[in-house]
């Protein structure tokens, strides 16, 4: 039967889909072994850190092995899938594929280094990458990878000695369970598996996490390696709580947010404002030809009131570098969106907001919000910003202190816009009525600026036709 050789053989790698990420969640295959792809289908969906992303593959051929299953994460410049270029030999069934070398060789001592390399891929435990010690092929049973190896060649691979079993062995386990343990705490050394040729499982790893109490736990279910629609987050329930891993989006968001925190002296400053007028422009726009099939809303109207401001005082729109210990003014505003998803809370920007007309702001808005809800902003969309807006309004909250995206100066917060008793000409009369939270780096932000920064906002709130003549 014929084989292919390594040359007819690409290795995708885990890219880094960002700037300097390090890892990514693979979440959906689209593809299994023995299908057909082409150069730039995609062929799975993987979550970094600030994303959803959808990889596309390079190559024309067919898929040889997928080499993590869904739910794994996997290093930046790790092999992720094999493909059999077009042109190439013909990749063998699953069930039919044979030893690359003879039998015997599966247990054998590993090869030393200065020894070339047998002929034919070599042996990968599902996610500790490609292993030197023999060239057994391994087995396959559908789209999850296994392993059905015997204990002594798997702890081989584990330890990386080839055939050599350790004199104190580490327990034998599978990456995703693994990084469980880590993240719950618990010591595989002292766990008792009760999987196939003594692996560790993932119930044994939550049973071993569940506290011991008077009122036994109910047994946790094993979560399946490959789930159709995997859990942007996946958690677990012990007795009396639920455990919920920090990771993805909420494990950048949560580092990010505290480093910004311990890192920029914030100050917070706060104007409760007539909005009434906006109000009734907002309705009035709805109407207007050209915002036609455009999103029209208050938010629309205030950031086109930040951006009056910023361009009235250029010195907002900055970023400290410690570095060089350098202020660094921008001349030109990526307008930051926070938007809530159901992978947490991401700040996509619009690109050179400044340069924007009333109807191309809608427009981007729009697109920026539609994209998140769907998850899938693009870590490109959500770097480089430089101001930033969160409207904590819509969850009918009066306002915040919000916390600096990190490389940004200043954000504002929007509260609800509620009817409440004001004093309008003389008169206590209801008008829509909100307050506008701002918070600034206190090292390039003085008190100053900031608060030119906030009135000016809330004068143009007041009275919007300022959109014209301060623009």
């Not at 809303?297 to 401001?309: F, G, H, S």
Request: hydrophobic share 40%.
């Amino acid at each position: 039967m014929t084989t292919m050789t390594e040359a007819s053989v690409r290795e995708f790698k885990m890219p880094d889909v960002g700037e300097g990420l390090t890892e990514a969640e693979i979440l959906k295959w689209y593809v299994q072994p023995g299908d057909t792809v082409t150069d730039g289908q995609v062929v799975c969906e993987v979550e970094t850190a600030k994303a959803a992303v959808e990889l596309p593959i390079p190559y024309d051929g067919v898929v040889r092995e997928l080499h993590f299953p869904e739910g794994t994460t996997v290093d930046v410049g790790t092999p992720i899938i094999a493909v059999a270029l077009a042109g190439g030999a013909a990749p063998q069934a699953p069930a039919e594929q044979p030893q690359a070398a003879p039998a015997p060789q599966q247990a054998a001592p590993a090869q030393p280094k200065d020894e070339p390399k047998p002929e034919g891929r070599q042996p990968v435990l599902v996610g500790y990458g490609v292993a030197t010690s023999s060239t057994r092929r391994r087995p396959r049973k559908g789209p999850e990878v296994t392993v059905p190896a015997p204990a002594q060649a798997i702890q081989a691979e584990l330890n990386g000695h080839g055939g050599a079993v350790a004199e104190k062995p580490r327990p034998l386990a599978k990456p995703p369970v693994r990084k469980l343990a880590k993240d719950l705490g618990v010591d595989l050394a002292a766990i008792t598996p009760s999987g196939p040729d003594g692996i560790i499982t993932r119930e044994d790893v939550h049973a071993a996490a569940t506290p011991r109490t008077a009122e036994p736990a109910a047994p946790v279910a094993a979560a399946p390696a490959a789930p159709a629609a995997p859990a942007p987050v996946a958690s677990y329930d012990t007795a009396r709580e639920t455990r919920i891993p920090v990771k993805g989006v909420r494990k950048a968001t949560a580092q990010a947010m505290v480093g910004s925190a311990f890192t920029a002296p914030h100050v917070t400053e706060f104007v409760t404002v007539d909005v009434t007028r906006t109000m009734k422009l907002v309705e009035e726009l709805k109407q207007d030809r050209e915002m036609q099939g455009l999103r029209v809303n208050p938010l629309l109207l205030i950031a086109k009131a930040l951006l009056v401001a910023i361009k009235r005082n250029p010195d907002i729109n900055a970023s400290w570098d410690e570095a060089n210990q350098e202020i660094v003014r921008k001349h030109y505003v990526n307008l930051g969106i926070a938007a809530a998803t159901p992978r947490g809370l991401i700040v996509p920007n619009i690109k050179d907001a400044q340069d924007k007309t009333l109807p191309q702001l809608a427009q981007a808005l729009g697109e920026l919000v539609a994209t998140a809800r769907e998850g899938k902003t693009s870590p490109a969309a959500m770097q480089g910003g430089t101001v930033t807006i969160t409207n904590v309004g819509v969850f009918g909250v009066d306002t915040g202190t919000p916390i600096l995206n990190p490389g940004e100066s200043a954000i504002l917060a929007v509260g609800a816009i509620k009817l409440q008793p004001w004093v309008h000409k003389g008169k206590v009369k209801p008008r829509q009525v909100t307050t506008l939270a701002l918070s600034f780096d206190h090292r390039l932000v003085d008190g100053e600026l900031g608060s030119k920064v906030l009135a000016d906002v809330a004068a143009v709130l007041e009275q919007p036709k300022r959109l014209i003549t301060w623009a």
